[in-house]
């Protein structure tokens, strides 16, 4: 059919001409729109039966002027050119990192206490209809866009994007997603919200408005406006610029060695839990008004220094010197030597150390107490410490606290340790250091001080002399005694070597006596032995002289006898020499001569040698 309605235009030139003109006006005739798919119609009516009420800009019930509702991409017909004006707008886009705020054209006024308007349920503002019956109000809106595309009805809303932030009074980068970084915090300050209760220097935390970005739950859950309590943490924020501002600002910083003590002016009411032991001051819990009972420990803590003030208390031992030198911590700054008058009416000065310590746990009571510490160096300690040396002063002379000085130091530890515990604070140690008297007096001092070690020298030289003298006595009394030793040791020996030869005499006088005894004993047995013998012999030779008599005779057995015994004693008959009876030398001669040749003979010796 086709084909014969094309073969008959072309056969009849006034119907092709038709025909074309019909196809070329058809969007007019037909009211066709087209609208692009990063397009948005905003539809404009011409005329009506009905005309907008006043002070109303978009139509909701066919009034003419600008309709809530817009085109979205595609074809749409019956939008006739007389009866509507289309604008085609593009879509709306936020990029990554970025937030689009929002003004309302149309709506309910707000009230005088808001400044932004109400948030409703409207689909990010694409759907106007509904942003305008749910009593969404004109103005500057709470609500903003987030990252991404939108098609939103210009008529009715403007959105203001990095882009177009300077038509509107305000720089690109208020139009950034708000970022606190690390180790930061963000002091929060909102510009909407009930006033701030009176007695009041921020808005409480309040619940379920995730982080100051949904504004409308934060003003619902009377969030106040002014400075806030909460704070922003580290991370990305999408916030609405007109709503809140933020402050970044360092964590506080607690050192090693120190605690910080929280004094808080904001918080729950005020109750304290300090005890009734405790009466110089209040502590509260955590989250209350007024000195936090638990002190910060060290590291970082996101606290909102603006409704809270840290106190840091050091932990570890702090020495305050009342003289020319002050410490790093500079808390004795203010303090110099500490002028004294003596007993004696001397004027001096003192340099004093004093060495403190305040424990963790008694640190909220010390800043209970004097509120900081410099007030407790400049209104407790300085007063304590100068006071108690002014009056001891008066009880002593100067050469008292130059020469009992280590006294004078115990005395004032004892003191101070005790005063200064009043206000929680342990007294390590008190130290004198240069003690000033006056010149006259230690010129004075010092001759006598010469004098005094000049007659210890003396002294000393003088007990060196007598030791010496001591010396040399006893070394010759040790030589003499040497001597005395060495003259008794040898009497003892010469007693000794006597008594042994007293008892070696006695010894050999007992041997001999022994001896003498034995050898007499042995004599007389021996001689009653010969005795015996002889006696039995000369019983035997009696019987046989008896028995020789009786067989010889007594005549020639004693002849036999005689022989026998010329025998057995070898009698000479015989001369060896004889010498003849003549007259003269010659007889003698031969006789001398004769004996010696019987000597030679017998071997008794040679002859004479001749002269």
């Known amino acids: 059919m086709t084909t014969l309605f094309t073969s008959f235009v072309l056969a009849h030139p006034l119907v092709s001409a038709v025909a074309v003109g019909l196809l070329l006006t058809a969007p007019v005739w037909l009211g066709v729109v087209v609208i692009g798919e990063r397009q948005v119609g905003v539809v404009v009516k011409k005329f009506a ?223 304290d839990v300090s005890g009734a032991e405790f009466k110089h001051g209040d502590l509260v819990d955590p989250g209350h008004k007024g000195v936090w009972v638990t002190p910060l420990y060290p590291g970082k803590h996101p606290l909102n220094t603006r409704v809270m003030k840290v106190e840091l208390v050091p932990t570890t031992n702090i020495v305050l010197n009342w003289a020319g030198r002050t410490e790093a911590h500079n808390y004795d700054a203010k303090l110099s030597s500490i002028t004294v008058r003596s007993r004696d009416g001397f004027a001096f000065t003192l340099d004093v150390s004093q060495i403190i310590h305040v424990a963790a746990p008694d640190a909220p009571k010390v800043i209970s107490r004097v509120g ?16 108690y040396f002014r009056n001891a002063a008066q009880s002593y002379t100067v050469l008292d606290f130059l020469s009992a000085r280590s006294e004078r130091q115990k005395e004032a530890s004892q003191h101070i340790r005790t005063a200064i515990g009043a206000y929680d604070v342990q007294a390590i140690d008190t130290l004198i250091g240069d003690i000033n ?31 010496r003298q001591q010396l040399v006595r006893e070394t010759a009394t040790a030589e003499i005694q040497q001597q005395m030793v060495k003259a008794e040791q040898g009497v003892r020996i010469s007693e000794l070597e006597a008594s042994a030869q007293v008892k070696r005499s006695a010894g050999e006088a007992e041997s001999f006596r022994l001896r003498a005894t034995g050898e007499s004993e042995g004599i007389r047995l021996k001689g009653v032995g010969e005795a015996e013998a002889i006696r039995a012999t000369g019983t035997a030779k009696a019987d046989a002289y008896r028995a020789g008599v009786e067989a010889l005779g007594p005549q020639s057995y004693a002849t036999l006898q005689l022989i026998q015994v010329v025998g057995d004693r070898n009698v000479r008959i015989v001369p060896d020499v004889s010498v003849s009876g003549e007259t003269g030398g010659e007889g003698l001669v031969a006789a001398l001569l004769g004996s010696l040749m019987k000597d030679r003979k017998n071997g008794r010796g040679d002859l004479p040698a001749s002269k």
């Open 437 to 467: 008297p006056p010149d006259a007096l230690m010129s004075t001092l010092t001759d006598r001080k010469i004098a005094e070690e000049q007659k210890k020298t003396f002294e000393v030289q003088e007990a060196a002399q007598k030791q």
């Open 49 to 271: 039966r009905r005309a907008l009420p006043v002070g109303r800009l978009v139509a909701l019930d066919g009034e003419a002027g600008y309709q809530a509702e817009t085109l979205p991409p595609g074809v749409h017909f019956a939008y006739w050119r007389w009866q509507y004006s289309i604008a085609k707008v593009p879509v709306t886009v936020i990029p990554q990192g970025e937030i689009g705020l929002v003004v309302a054209a149309d709506g309910k006024a707000m009230g005088g206490e808001r400044i932004l308007g109400r948030s409703v349920r409207c689909n990010a503002f694409q759907d106007a209809r509904a942003f305008l019956t749910g009593s969404g109000e004109k103005g500057r809106q709470l609500t903003i866009l987030t990252a991404g595309t939108y098609r939103i009805n210009t008529a009715l809303f403007d959105v203001i994007t990095r882009q177009t932030a300077a038509a509107y009074g305000m720089t690109a980068d208020s139009l950034r997603v708000h970022r606190v970084e690390a180790d930061r915090v963000g002091i929060v300050t909102t510009l909407d919200g009930a006033p701030i209760d009176a007695g009041e220097i921020a808005g409480p935390t309040v619940p379920g408005h995730d982080s100051f970005q949904n504004g409308q739950a934060f003003i619902e859950s009377g969030g106040r406006r002014g400075l806030q309590e909460q704070v922003l943490l580290s991370g990305s924020w999408n916030l609405n610029p007109w709503f809140v501002q933020i402050e970044p600002v360092p964590m506080t910083e607690i050192p090693i060695g120190h605690v910080g003590v929280v004094i808080s002016f904001v918080g729950q009411a005020h109750e």
């Open 372 to 387: 900081s510490m410099q007030n407790l160096v400049d209104h407790g300690l300085q007063p304590i410490v100068g006071n």
